[in-house]
């Protein structure tokens, strides 16, 4: 409805700018971010230099117009899968292999979108603060799997320091709040007791996603969801948050390589070690 309330120079400007990205796409899968060129686009349209800037300011403002898709392409993805997902009876753990699988498939079939998302950084190059909520959007549906989990000794640690990280940085409890509601509040605790520790993480915006950095925190107290969230049990959004963060890093290791073609050779195929991955993570978190 509202492409058909455009007028024809609106139209036609979108039109424009969608070839451009997909030349500029083709230019990625051929060789990589730094091989992207707004002259060699706009020479293979038939359009001078000054004119392609018309629709793009720079290479940088086009790398920020093809990253923020991607994301937004991912995420639409992820959010699909955990929907079929949860129609069902399945448990946790089930519902972890489908959002795995539902990661990996669009990877491989988007390669050169992911590796522009999740590879190596563009020279030069710093994305915009808001693919920061994009990349969380990919990740946020793994969130309330981890909420309802009972983490063992061997994630112990991690949730502590994402306790930290809560408590320093009221959006991280927002956006865990926004795909597990039911991981916040007074009554949101699991498992066995645990202090925050004193080192937390943050995370910034990057070209390559939400990365997880060293950074000061404040008390555990402050994070005004209340302290008997993690009082005589594991805060149900600090578990969340670890699961989700130890998810990532799983599937970023797992994906990342097999889509950079370093699987090649070997015997086993990509989504039984992405599989045996997502069977560890959950006994760690003991879902069901």
Known sequence: ME???QGPRARYREQTRAEIKNLAL?????????????????????????????YFASRD????????DAYDDAAAAMARAAARSARGSRGGRARLHDL???????AIAEPHRYLLI????????????????????VLGPFLPLFAAGKPGPAVAGTVE???????ADETVGAWVARYAPDAVGPDAKAGEAGEAGEAGNVVRAGQTGAVVEAGAVGEPEADGRGGEAR???VDRAASALAGAVLAWTQLHGSVSLEVAGQFAGMAHRGGTLLGAHMELLADAFGLE
């Open 161 to 167: 320091e994402m306790a930290a990280w809560l408590a």
């Open 118 to 137: 999740q590879g190596d950084p563009v020279p030069g190059y710093v994305a915009p603060a808001d693919t920061l909520e994009r990349a969380r959007a």
């Open 231 to 233: 009082a005589g049990g």
């Open 61 to 68: 403002d086009l790398l920020s117009a093809l990253i923020r």
């Open 26 to 54: 083709r230019q990625l899968a051929e060789g990589g971010g730094g091989a992207l060129a707004l002259t060699r686009i706009a020479k293979e349209m038939g359009l001078s230099g000054p004119a392609l800037y018309r």
């Open 100 to 106: 795995a699988a539902a990661y990996r498939a669009w």
């Open 3 to 5: 492409r058909a309330q």
